[in-house]
């Protein structure tokens, strides 16, 4: 017999323990598009038709006399791989649901706290996704909420707040959004900006430049519509004059990258003119929050991610005061490979197709692929 694990319980693991052995059984393609990302974690592949084949002693990487996390994709055949690792001596717990409960695993980080104001960033590893709750004396607005609206509803009831407001920072490409949904099951209002909808026949108010949203006794600023380049209505929102929800469009370690609309260079130089004329007059105190991470690199010891606009400038050379045709040319060539489904998933948040939840599960499946990286 062997043990079972779920995503929580991996994720506490992983967080305290030095160090955790994930053996992912799946093929060695699917593990190298997509895996569990942690500093704590050491990853070994081997499939579950080689275990069987030539036995777990056959693969010294696998390690005898400590627990080792076992996964897949829906935890079918890890629990096969499990069961013939305790069969041998070995350790095994095996992931509930695979990478598909990894995927819909949530958790909150409260990056700053006062007696009035408290901002929340809710993580989804797996998919590198980044939402908010900002809350001030019992009000909430939420920012980029995920399809799993339970998470923000139950959020909400643990912080005794109200949601009035719920927006989205773009028409999202790797993930099917929220916002809608929360908005309606909370009695709040959902807002983006009305170029990301294109005839889209949901109901939404419409993000427009001067925008302020008063919440308790905070304020939520609208930065300028749009703060374009990832998407054209593109929208980054100021809160109290110290934190930039960046959504896409800044990330702590790149930019979000232009290409997903077929128009790569176009929306390069739309992205060019954000860096110069709006993120360029950021003050350097500014903590940017982005809509998404690619690395665990990118947690700050703090717990949540991301970082000063003077430390992300630094780190960036496209921040750095470089000419539109090298900017245009450096950010368009980038890219990389495009998000798993994102065509069938915008189609999905402007209001045009509806999912079945097994549908929505495995559109969602794979990483986010949102941002161009600076040079190293």
């Known amino acids: 017999m062997f043990k079972t694990i779920t995503a929580k319980e991996l994720h506490q693991r992983l967080n305290e323990e030095p160090e955790t052995i994930i053996l992912d059984v799946r093929g060695e393609s699917a593990f190298a598009d997509w895996h569990i990302n942690h500093k704590h974690a050491r ?3 081997v499939q579950t038709s080689k275990l069987k084949a030539h036995g777990p002693a056959a693969f010294p990487e696998i390690p005898k006399g400590r627990p080792i996390v076992v996964v897949c994709a829906q935890g079918n055949a890890s629990r096969e791989a499990s069961a013939i690792l305790a069969e041998n001596g070995y350790e095994p717990l095996n992931l509930n649901r695979g990478m598909q409960e990894w995927s819909e695993f949530y958790y909150p980080v409260t990056v700053t706290k006062s007696e009035d104001f408290e901002l929340v960033q809710v993580i989804r590893p797996a998919k590198g996704c980044l939402s908010y709750m900002l809350i001030s004396s019992g009000e909430a607005i939420v920012v980029d909420p995920a399809r799993h609206t339970d998470v923000y509803a139950n959020l909400a009831r643990e912080k005794g707040a109200v949601v009035t407001h719920v927006l989205d920072t773009h028409c999202h490409a790797d993930h099917i959004s929220g916002g809608l949904p929360l908005a309606n099951a909370l009695g709040a209002k959902y807002w983006i900006d009305a170029g990301e909808m294109q005839s889209s026949t949901l109901e939404y108010q419409a993000l427009r430049d001067g925008l302020e949203f008063e919440f308790g006794s905070s304020l939520l600023k609208v930065l300028s519509v749009p703060t374009p380049g990832h998407t054209p209505g593109s929208t980054s929102f100021m809160v109290n004059d110290a934190y930039l929800l960046s959504g896409d469009t800044v990330f702590v ?7 997903l609309g077929g128009k790569a260079e176009e929306w390069a130089q739309l992205l060019y003119e954000t860096v110069e004329h709006k993120l360029r007059h950021l003050g350097d105190h500014v903590l940017v929050l982005p809509a998404h991470f690619s690395s665990a690199s990118e947690i700050t010891d703090a717990g949540y991610v991301g970082a000063r606009f003077e430390e992300i ?13 090298e900017f245009t040319e450096a950010v368009a060539g980038r890219a990389g490979q495009t998000p798993p489904n994102y065509e069938t998933i915008v189609q999905i948040n402007r209001g045009f197709s509806v999912p079945t939840s097994e549908e929505a599960a495995e559109l969602e499946i794979g990483p986010n692929r949102c941002a161009v990286k600076h040079l190293a």
């Open 43 to 45: 990853l070994v592949n």
């Open 313 to 325: 400038r630094e780190s960036n050379e496209l921040l750095q005061g470089v000419g539109e045709a």
């Open 253 to 259: 370690s790149g930019l979000g990258r232009p290409d």
